[in-house]
């Protein structure tokens, strides 16, 4: 079964330091996402991504994140600047179609805390 | 305002026993509703997706509704086994609007043996 791969499973990082957390989509998929998941909370989305370019971004998605997909195979979230609200689960996640027929395939995640 | 709506309190049954969850929506216009298993610490995995148009989807001992009137979809468990205790998510696929899919807080699952 393919599978979204996820890296780092945690990552520990100080207030105001960059961090870039990575994914490898499924190989024949073709839209990508980032969705983050706070501590108890609800699954929240952040950005998709098509053709490389971003196609939606939600009020989350301010200016300190960015996306990229620089090799065609790895897909990245870079927060600039990390705050303590950053702190949260981080899915990267892919579907073969922007809607219907067939659901968004999730990494494991990437377990952000920021100090 | 927009709102998807899941049983908030955990939902406790015993084994072989149907489990029924339940997702409201108020304020969307999905085109298609989908349902997620999420296990503690990991991702959401698809489990089925029914369409605007589909009044009920089955797989395996899985079926979903979908009521587009009352705005609400049902998850139903059959046979219910310790295994299936989880939270399971609802989202909807919306025919306008953000195109992402929007996540509903989920209901969490104990099925006692």
């Known amino acids: 079964e393919p599978e979204v791969t996820q890296t780092p499973s945690h990552q520990v990082t100080q207030m105001g330091q960059e961090v870039i957390l990575r994914c490898v989509p499924i190989?024949?998929?073709?839209?990508f996402y980032w969705y983050r998941q706070i501590l108890g909370q609800k699954v929240e989305f952040l950005v998709s991504f098509y053709n490389n370019e971003i196609s939606e971004k939600s009020e989350i998605f301010d200016d300190q994140f960015s996306v990229e997909r620089p090799d065609g195979s790895n897909f990245t979230l870079k927060i600039r600047s990390t705050k303590l609200e950053d702190s949260a689960m981080y899915f990267c996640a892919s579907s073969v179609l922007a809607r219907g027929h067939y659901g968004y395939t999730f990494g494991s995640g990437t377990r952000l805390t920021v100090v | 305002s927009q709102k998807i709506e899941q049983n908030s309190e955990a939902l406790n049954i015993q084994e072989g026993k149907t489990a029924t969850l339940t997702c409201n929506y108020t304020n969307y216009s999905p085109a298609y509703l989908q349902w997620y298993r999420q296990d503690p610490g990991r991702g959401p995995v698809f489990l089925l997706l029914i369409r605007e148009n589909e009044k009920e989807k089955r797989k395996e001992r899985l079926k979903v509704t979908f009521d587009t009137t009352l705005k609400q979809s049902l998850f139903h468990i059959t046979a219910s086994q310790p295994a299936d205790s989880a939270t399971y998510l609802c989202a909807l696929d919306l025919r306008t609007g953000r195109r992402a899919l929007t996540f509903g807080s989920g209901t969490r699952l104990q099925v006692q043996p």
């Open positions: 190989s024949n998929h073709l839209y």
